[in-house]
Nanobody, 126 residues
């Protein structure tokens, strides 16, 4: 059984940085695709960053490209989301997701993923 546990969410001021962690069990992060999604109140879940094959391939949504980066630590079976220059519009619940299947790259739709963490809250104040 795949279990994903996110941590690292916090309340920060605009321009600040955070690092989110996603520890996986029952799943090898160096295998298929993993991704970070976020969901703000009243909005749809948005895929923001994904990686494949130990991070040899990465892709970012336009909303975070140049500010966020996704990276794996295979030894810790963990995927990180490094977030810089945070903006109030980044406020959301952030979720880690893992896929057991391969779809057309990039995989940034919720239906591409079958395992989800419980989420970690990021709040950015102006």
């Amino acid at each position: 059984q795949v279990q994903l546990a996110e941590s690292g969410g916090d309340s920060v001021q605009a321009g600040g940085s955070l690092r989110l962690s996603c520890v996986a069990s029952g799943y090898t992060v160096s295998g298929n695709s993993m991704a970070w999604f976020r969901q703000a109140p009243g909005k749809e879940r948005e895929g923001i960053a994904t990686l494949y094959h130990s991070g040899t391939m990465t892709f970012y949504a336009n909303s975070v490209r140049g500010r966020f980066s996704i990276s794996p630590d295979n030894a810790k079976n963990t995927v990180y989301l490094h977030m810089n220059n945070l903006k109030p519009e980044d406020t959301a619940m952030y979720y880690c997701a893992a896929s057991a299947e391969n779809y057309e790259w990039p995989m940034l739709l919720p239906q591409h993923y079958n395992s989800w963490g419980q989420g970690t809250q990021v709040t950015v104040s102006s």
